[in-house]
């Protein structure tokens, strides 16, 4: 088992280390935009929406065949049968997705005018977004490829390349040209379009001129009802930004997003992890004790992302003041709400992998309508009453709903054995740590209580997890090698 936690560790650290660090970078270009006054609170709401609309276009515009593809890549044996699945999916999504992009170009001008008060501005940003949308759809099967040939290196390596050269033109656009938005998805374009001849000829032979309608038919039946379960997931976050611009302006909207941002760091562990979960659960499901294994995985990762949400519960306040200006504070609260419903996507991608593995697909739309149904919902009752705050209520209220329904339905399909004691030390610890964080550090500059608060609160919630029996005898001893060999390393 150490082997195969080893292996899911080390794909983690591969696919975050190529992200991470831009990742970074981009979020302190926040502090940039907002005090060089290159991107206003307007700019901030009107990227807000579009971002919303770009992710439910991506999960349209390739209609759940993504999915449809790595669920049967290990079905099929070398050579023309897995060609003929990759071919077929290939062509089938050129040809809707074409006639999508030209309806939605032609329809720019008025879908502008529907997300924006001021849409003559934003007409050439939306249609650099639907440009790029169509073109990212093609690049899920050279990235797909990667993770299931388990070439992490390589993913990382495009990933990374990709993200510093969207931020470096990022940069050159917003700040040296002064595009503004245009700039943000100008950068995008430019990059999609080096990046695919790079990307394809990972592809080698995989693509060619053949095409199966069995093969359609049958990656139709697994990837289209995920087509709507997509759409409800991006009404989870998206929709919640689109439903909550109908009551405030875009200023007000902006300072939501800059919030949200902020929160969703949580994201910089989560997409790591969810690029390497999906193949290495197919993979170890094969073994006998996969059950025990992914138990076990729930486990360290709900840990990692308990610390994420304390951290980022603690230094909120002190992160807005470095980021931006006290103008923005109102969206300090909505930082720890955003933070703990993506820890609650982070359960869902954990525990609802039986839906997946037994290919009942179908009751992924289920989970997901359901909480999009309570997110918009009580978002309709919450928003016009508490604002920010309560547009990131529905949105940690979506994720809890999301996790609590798919949970039920993979439980009864494949039973895994979770620890449900070593959890719940783990939901003590961070409450505790947090209140630490909160409690001993007075107040003091914004800088040095980010550092302070956050040191605190690690140092709390890891001291808690030791005292408190949370780490078995075994685990203990692992550390303990661990960090002797870490020392000798260094000696």
């Known amino acids: 088992?150490?082997?195969?936690?080893?292996?899911?560790?080390?794909?983690?650290?591969?696919?975050?280390?190529?992200?991470?660090?831009?990742?970074?970078?981009?979020?302190?270009?926040?502090a940039v935009y907002i005090k060089g006054?290159?991107?206003?609170?307007?700019?901030?709401?009107?990227?807000?929406?579009?971002?919303?609309?770009e992710a439910f276009l991506k999960v349209i515009f390739r209609w759940g065949l993504d999915g449809a593809f790595m669920r049967y890549y290990h079905d099929r044996g070398d050579g023309a049968p897995r060609r003929s699945l990759a071919s077929t999916i290939v062509w089938f999504m050129l040809a809707a997705d074409v006639v999508l992009l030209a309806v939605l170009l032609a329809g720019s001008p008025s879908l502008a005018a529907w997300l924006s008060d001021t849409p003559d501005r934003f007409v050439l940003p939306l249609q650099l977004m639907l440009v790029n949308t169509f073109l990212l759809s093609f690049t899920f099967l050279p990235f797909h490829l990667m993770r299931l040939r388990n070439e992490s290196v390589a993913y990382s390596a495009f990933a990374f390349g990709r993200a510093i050269g969207t931020l470096l033109l990022r940069i050159g656009f917003v700040i040296g040209?002064?595009?503004?938005?245009?700039?943000?998805?100008?950068?995008?374009?430019?990059?999609?379009?080096?990046?695919?001849?790079?990307?394809?000829?990972r592809c080698g032979t995989l693509v060619g001129a053949s095409f199966s309608a069995a093969d359609l038919r049958l990656a139709l039946r697994f990837g289209l009802p995920r087509?709507?379960?997509?759409?409800?997931?991006?009404?989870?976050?998206?929709?919640?930004?689109?439903?909550?611009?109908?009551?405030?302006?875009?200023?007000?909207?902006?300072?939501?997003?800059?919030?949200?941002?902020?929160?969703?760091?949580?994201?910089?562990?989560?997409?790591?992890?969810?690029?390497?979960?999906?193949?290495?659960?197919?993979?170890?499901?094969?073994?006998?004790?996969?059950?025990?294994?992914?138990?076990?995985?729930?486990?360290?990762?709900?840990?990692?992302?308990?610390?994420?949400?304390g951290l980022i519960t603690v230094a909120a306040r002190d992160v807005i003041l470095v980021m931006a200006t006290p103008d923005w504070l109102a969206g300090a609260p909505?930082?720890?709400?955003?933070?703990?419903?993506?820890?609650?996507?982070?359960?869902?991608?954990?525990?609802?992998?039986?839906?997946?593995?037994?290919?009942?697909?179908?009751?992924?739309?289920?989970?997901?309508?359901?909480?999009?149904?309570?997110?918009?919902?009580?978002g309709a009752w919450l928003m016009?009453?508490?604002?920010?705050?309560?547009?990131?209520?529905?949105?940690?209220?979506?994720?809890?709903t999301q996790a609590a329904v798919a949970f039920a339905f993979s439980r009864r399909l494949y039973r895994i054995p979770y620890e449900a004691g070593r959890l719940s030390r783990i939901v003590g610890a961070a409450v505790l740590a947090v209140g630490a964080g909160l409690w001993l550090v007075p107040a003091i500059a914004p800088l040095a209580g980010l550092v302070l608060r956050s040191a605190v609160t690690t140092l709390a919630y890891l001291g808690l997890l030791w005292v408190g029996g949370f780490l078995r005898p075994t685990e203990r001893g692992f550390l303990r090698e661990t960090v002797a060999r870490l020392a000798r390393t260094s000696a």
């Open 177 to 201: 040209l002064g595009l503004d938005v245009t700039g943000l998805f100008l950068a995008d374009l430019v990059v999609t379009i080096v990046l695919m001849p790079l990307l394809w000829p």
């Open 334 to 378: 909505v930082m720890p709400l955003i933070a703990l419903g993506l820890a609650f996507q982070g359960v869902y991608l954990l525990t609802s992998i039986g839906l997946n593995l037994t290919s009942r697909t179908e009751f992924y739309p289920v989970s997901t309508i359901s909480a999009a149904l309570v997110g918009l919902s009580s």
């Open 37 to 53: 006054e290159y991107l206003t609170e307007a700019d901030y709401g009107a990227l807000a929406l579009l971002v919303g609309l």
């Open 1 to 30: 088992m150490r082997e195969r936690l080893k292996h899911l560790t080390t794909g983690v650290a591969i696919y975050g280390a190529g992200d991470v660090a831009v990742s970074v970078v981009s979020l302190l270009l926040i």
């Open 384 to 400: 016009p009453r508490y604002g920010a705050v309560g547009a990131a209520a529905a949105f940690l209220l979506s994720y809890v």
């Open 227 to 309: 087509l709507p379960h997509g759409v409800a997931a991006q009404a989870l976050d998206a929709g919640n930004k689109l439903l909550f611009s109908r009551y405030v302006t875009d200023p007000q909207l902006g300072v939501y997003q800059i919030g949200a941002t902020l929160g969703q760091s949580v994201k910089f562990f989560l997409a790591a992890f969810e690029t390497a979960w999906a193949p290495f659960y197919y993979d170890t499901s094969r073994r006998p004790d996969a059950r025990e294994v992914f138990g076990k995985v729930t486990t360290y990762v709900i840990a990692i992302l308990a610390l994420l949400v």
